[in-house]
């Protein structure tokens, strides 16, 4: 069980985050959508401590999640990652086995095939030798996701998976989701889209900068909520 409580953050004495209450149990795909800037990101960087938090705790299975961290996969937006970084596919799902094995050490034939299985289910092994740089969007997605997988975690955090990705990469995210649920693993994902994609998730979070509704969709994702969450952009949003 995931349990963030009385989690708020502020930048410069600017309230970014106030108060998150939340829980996501094992087994469980939770999605996490609010308007630009309503602290999405804000609140998974708090709870990972990458960013600091003037307020709350975070546990998960009844320990701090910061003496945890082995156990969490994170991919962050793609915007925040360095395409340019000469780095094959390969070697960027490795890096997940490098946490385990130590920088320096030659990885072990459980990580290799940890990592080859792992980009086998995302349909990029056959471009193992390629530079990330040089794929697509949606290939790129898929690679971190493959690290993600690699790491065996058991809490995984996704930042916007869907943008810029193509039709067969969403499909393939989506399943990949629903085989870690099936394995009982914990899973937070921060969703841009407020249409159809939202049908996948148990629960839903609306947030901006506080928790406006969290449960299934069709609870939170109410004119009001929306109205709540989005005020004036909600046709923005929605479109």
């Known amino acids: 069980m995931?349990?963030?409580?009385?989690?708020?953050?502020?930048?410069?004495?600017?309230?970014?985050?106030?108060?998150?209450?939340?829980?996501?149990?094992?087994?469980?795909?939770?999605?996490?959508?609010?308007?630009?800037?309503?602290?999405?990101?804000?609140?998974?960087?708090?709870?990972?401590?990458?960013v600091n938090s003037a307020a709350g705790s975070i546990q998960f299975c009844g320990l701090p999640l910061s003496r945890q961290l082995l156990q969490v996969a994170y991919v962050p937006q793609r915007s925040q990652i360095d395409w340019d970084y000469p780095?094959?596919?390969?070697?960027?799902?490795?890096?997940?086995?490098?946490?385990?094995?130590?920088?320096?050490r030659r990885p072990s034939r459980q990580s290799r095939e940890l990592v080859q299985a792992a980009l086998e289910r995302v349909g990029m092994y056959e471009l193992r030798d390629r530079r990330i740089g040089e794929l697509s969007g949606g290939q790129q997605q898929r690679v971190f996701i493959a690290r993600a997988l690699a790491k065996q975690a058991n809490l995984l955090i996704f930042d916007e998976?869907?943008?810029?990705?193509?039709?067969?990469?969403?499909?393939?995210?989506?399943?990949?989701?629903?085989?870690?649920?099936?394995?009982?693993?914990?899973?937070?994902?921060?969703?841009?889209?407020?249409?159809?994609?939202?049908?996948?998730?148990?629960?839903?979070?609306?947030?901006?900068?506080?928790?406006?509704?969290?449960?299934?969709?069709?609870?939170?994702?109410?004119?009001?909520?929306?109205q709540a969450a989005y005020g004036d952009a909600l046709k923005f949003a929605a479109a």
């Open 2 to 50: 995931l349990q963030v409580q009385g989690l708020s953050v502020s930048y410069r004495d600017v309230l970014a985050l106030q108060n998150i209450n939340c829980e996501v149990a094992p087994g469980e795909l939770v999605g996490i959508v609010g308007p630009n800037g309503a602290g999405k990101s804000t609140m998974v960087k708090a709870m990972l401590g990458l």
């Open 87 to 104: 780095i094959t596919v390969w070697h960027v799902a490795m890096m997940a086995r490098t946490v385990h094995a130590g920088l320096f």
């Open 161 to 226: 998976p869907f943008t810029g990705v193509d039709r067969k990469t969403e499909d393939i995210i989506f399943d990949v989701f629903h085989e870690l649920k099936a394995q009982a693993k914990t899973l937070l994902v921060i969703n841009h889209d407020l249409g159809e994609t939202l049908n996948h998730y148990d629960r839903i979070m609306l947030l901006n900068k506080q928790v406006i509704a969290v449960g299934p969709k069709e609870v939170v994702m109410t004119a009001q909520n929306l």
